[in-house]
C-alpha cells in the first residue's frame, strides 16, 4: 500500500512486472552503499552507513536517500529466466 511518508511513491504493480519477482539494484540511493536485506523498521531494507530504512519493495520510507532502490531494465526470456540489461 501507499503510504502518506513515502517520498517517492509507487504500488508493487509499479514496481514488479511479475508479483512474485522484485529486481531492483541493492544500493542505497543515498552514497551508494549496500543496503541489508530483511532488516530496518519496514522489514526491506536497511542501509546501516546513514540510516536509510526500505520496505519489501524497495520504496524509501526513512532516512536520507532522496529516492526508491532503482529499477535495473529487464525482460522476461520464459517463465524462470530474466535478462537485465
Not at 16 to 43: F, S
Not at 59 to 73: F, S, T
Request: charged letters at 20%; one cysteine or more; aromatic letters at 10%.
Amino acid at each position: 500500500p501507499i503510504a502518506p511518508s513515502m517520498r517517492a511513491p509507487a504500488t508493487d504493480a509499479e514496481r514488479c512486472k511479475k508479483p512474485e519477482w522484485l529486481i531492483v539494484i541493492g544500493v542505497c540511493t543515498h552514497l551508494g552503499c549496500i543496503p541489508q536485506p530483511d532488516a530496518g523498521n519496514y522489514g526491506g531494507y536497511f542501509c546501516p552507513c546513514h540510516g536509510s530504512h526500505y520496505d519489501h519493495s524497495g520504496r524509501l520510507r526513512l532516512g536520507p536517500a532522496p529516492k526508491n532502490l532503482e529499477l535495473p531494465p529487464y525482460v522476461f526470456i520464459d517463465e524462470f529466466t530474466v535478462k537485465l540489461g
